[in-house]
């Protein structure tokens, strides 16, 4: 199983930091739900406390918080053409249940606690240019 991502936004800068998570750490936090907070020692970021806010499986389907599973469903979307038309349209979307499970390939995170050691030490950054 190949390792698993873990982009992480850091809003005080603006950038986005981006971590290789091995399947041991991903196995640990399997069961945690989007909106969780959890301790960065599972990224190599001791003393941060990051909140997961989303991601993606192997496959490319997001995640979605208020699908309380741990897979994939099938929902019946609405889109509209504007603020207030009376004619849209309705989609079938397939997206993943809000709880992580082993099938993640990246995972979304927000630092909400900040370290001892600054993040841009030995992470790559992308995001925003200055």
């Not at 041991?24 to 399997?30: A, F, M």
């Not at 990051?50 to 609405?78: A, E, V, W, Y």
């Not at 995972?107 to 001892?116: A, S």
């Amino acid at each position: 199983m190949a390792n698993s991502v873990a982009i992480i936004a850091d809003s005080k800068t603006g950038k986005t930091y981006k971590k290789e998570v091995s399947p041991e750490n991903i196995s640990s936090l399997t069961g945690r739900k989007i909106g969780d907070e959890v301790d960065g020692v599972f990224f190599e970021l001791p003393g941060y406390r990051l909140k997961i806010t989303g991601g993606s499986t192997n496959d490319g389907f997001p995640m979605k918080h208020d699908l309380h599973i741990s897979g994939k469903k099938r929902i019946l979307r609405t889109y509209s053409l504007g603020k207030r038309a009376k004619n849209g349209y309705r989609k079938r979307v397939t997206f993943r249940g809000g709880i992580i499970g082993p099938d993640i390939a990246q995972l979304n995170l927000k630092i909400v606690q900040y370290g001892p050691n600054p993040l841009d030490g030995g992470s790559e950054s992308s995001g925003k240019k200055e």
